[in-house]
């Protein structure tokens, strides 16, 4: 059988450099899944995009013959023509992009942008298209595809649209999807509905599929065929099963043994220790009140936090997950004393065991001061959390400064002894942040939250911008410096496997409220709420022969309202927090 | 209906602000010690014109000059009854104009309009220059088209503004036969509209036009290139490409709709920076806009010409905002759904 795609010597570089991408070779067969595997700056986007040719401009095909064999006969993409480009773009071939966030226009509508690619390939009418974008909404899951079809994409959730995004890839039927990391900015249970999504139109249409993606539990559960990329070159290609359960290439064990997973578990796990407590939330709720825009519309008040009890002992860890907008941040910034709770919530503070507790929201300037050194903050993104003008000296010794401690040099000598902690070199204090890769900015924002030997640090998704392995190396950093310096983290994460890991205690958290909370090995023993199920579920596994469970993903991710009776809650009627065994709290009826 | 709610609304907030204004141009012209008929009083005493002195004691009753500030102000506006009842600006009477000594209405009568016309066709110019340049510029950057616009756009930021205009002038009369000053033929002027007329304004309008309106034109284009440059980068652009839409439909469609909001945006702010950055090439050209009347009459603080002319000033900007804002709300659904449930 010949193949859909061919791919053969595929080169491409930049300038006069290294080519990025060098004598890759791979095949699609028709209706097949082939995934392209590699963590970031392994070649992987910039080989999808040849096959399109979309690349940046300054980027050189250095050399390669890509054959497409669809039902218009043979075409050698790399030789066509712009204008005949043109004509498989979109139609034969279509592409999803990773950020459904930014990669529709804001402008237009919904319905205008999908019709669009049959007004470009198909000369229908205006009123035949519309039908037939129509049906491919409600075949993405658009409960309501002509609210949708007038719908801004800012209207829309991430998961909607990136279903519009997925609906324009397919409203043209092609005979070749090409997805770019197409889940990778959702969260885990919207991640779980679309590749569901993507498999089922697969099913039906018989197109084949390139995935592009750096999670091998997503290849697990989509790919027939595996190309692992590393650094332009494919390191090992092959069907899924015998790369999945036997990877032979070194770079590949690498891949799955940085791979977080939720463990098995066959027991509860112990409850956090009650006395010695570093931090303690007491009925912190927060409410904002969104102006309407229009002065005469009633203001709209948005439930951030609602009633959060949170005890963190010293020297553990306490995680608090759930998906973007769950009030997760906000619980962390209230702790650190950046935000104030409403009425009657309190956050207490003990900077040492036999200190008295200080209240973090009434502390006079100098128990702030005290305080600010006591708690710091390690923020998501590595790439904007640093000053692109401040040397990496500057950066570091600057809360030393701020807070008087030690001359020049000591404060150098520190920062110098910082870095080796962290895994870096002394040499590196004079560069500034652009000379270091992400993972090596993220030791650096840690070397820095640690420059004033504080004893809480607050981790705001460390890890979630990083590749799998160096995931894997920051949380072992992490370990070692809170084992080394007794340190309290109060970690933000979405993701259940990297929390499985470093936790103590997990706090589930959905729509401000605490939906269930206990030990880690408790809630992976024995899940309680539905939506603590469904996160579990949609993890994907690296594991060919345990696919993500769909219906617990979608029992437990949608609005708490579709929950079933035990665990309903609505605005006006939330069930509380009730203790099943010792430090497993369910938010339910009883 | 949003958007007629929108504009009613705006309207109003338009005359509250007009209100403002009012009363801060007022108090500002004020703010100097004396008048212009104490300052005359004055002057005509030290040369023993007892006569005149007369006529301006007369003057500042008939216009409730001696009456306190507020009172003058409520007079002016027309709110309070003056010396002859009510008779202010709401009122559609303008005052009298010391200096020249006629009524403000018949003064700027007809340089009124001229000035709308003349800022209208540079306004025009801007947008119909900076629009395909900007764009151009922006899809070819960092090639000889984007090098030489930025040059020519650079020359015209540079030059100033009377300097280009001598020069036209010298040009254009001698190669074109284009008329050198002034906005009409004189023989036109104070005349009732005509077809001539309208030729002879017309003719006379390409050179102030090109002159006012050449730095603004390179400014905005070069602000609209970069806005595009901006939006090029985007992810939903490479969208576009990936469904196979061409290079030049994409543009249109995708970039230059979101590169193009500060560009309606600054409709508002370019119409008054033209009223008052084009009074000296009014003087040189010899325009009869009345950028001109607005100096004289505050050089010698004739107060009530100089509170008109602001007040129209202000009326330019706030009219340019309004439509600035009626576009933005009509172009970007996000400002029109701002606050709407989602």
Redesign the interface.
Known sequence: MTPLLSVKDLSIGFGGAEPVVQDVNFDVMPGQTLALVGESGSGKTITCRAV?R?LPRTAQFRSGVITFSGEDGQLVLSQLTERQM??????SI??I???PM????????IGNQVS??LW??GGVSERQARRTVLEQFDRVGFPDPERAYDS?P???SGGMRQRA?IA?AMVSKPELLIADEPTTALDVTTQAQVLGLIKDLQQETGMALILVTHDLGVVANMAEQVVVMHKGRVMESGPAHLILEEPAHPYTQQLFNAAPAIPDQQTVGLPMPAEDLILDMRQVSKTYTM????GW?AE?LIYACRGVDFKLARGKTLAIVGESGSGKTTAARIALGAEPPDPGGEVLFWADPDAKPTTVHKMTKAERTAFQRQAQMVFQDPYSSLSPRMRIQDAMTEPLEIHGIGTPAEQRDQAAAMLQRVGLNADMLKRYPHAFSGGQRQRLSIARAMMLDPSLIVCDEPTSALDVSVQDQILTLLEDLQDGHNLSYLFISHDLAVVARIADEVAVMRQGLVVEQGPPDTLFYNPQHPYTKALIAAQPEPDINRPINLKLVALGAGSPDSWSEAFRFTDSMIPSLVELEPGHKVRCHV | MLLLRYTAYRLFTMLLTLLVVSAMVFVIINLPPGDYLSNQIAELQASGQSAGVAKAEFLRKEYALDSPLWEQYMIWMGFMPGPHGFSGLIQGNFGWSFEFDRPVSEIVGESLWLTVVVNLAAVLFVYAVALPLGVLAAARSRTWVDYTSAFIGYLGLATPNFLLALILFYYGHRYFDIPIGGLMDPRFEGQPLTWDKMKSILVHLIVPTFVIGTSGASAMMQRLRANMLDELGKPYVETAIAKGMSPSRMLAKYPLRVAFNPFVADIGNLLPSMVSGSVLVSVVLGLQTIGPTLLTALKTQDQFLSGFVLMFVALLTLVGTMISDVLLVMLDPRIRYEGRET
């Open positions: 399109l979309i043109r004509n498989v773009r979109g139609d279509s592409m992009f990773q950020e930014r990669s529709l226009s804001p402008l237009h509508k669009e690619v470009l390939h801004y800012f209207e829309l995004m324009m102006r309407s825009g229009r519309k709209k």
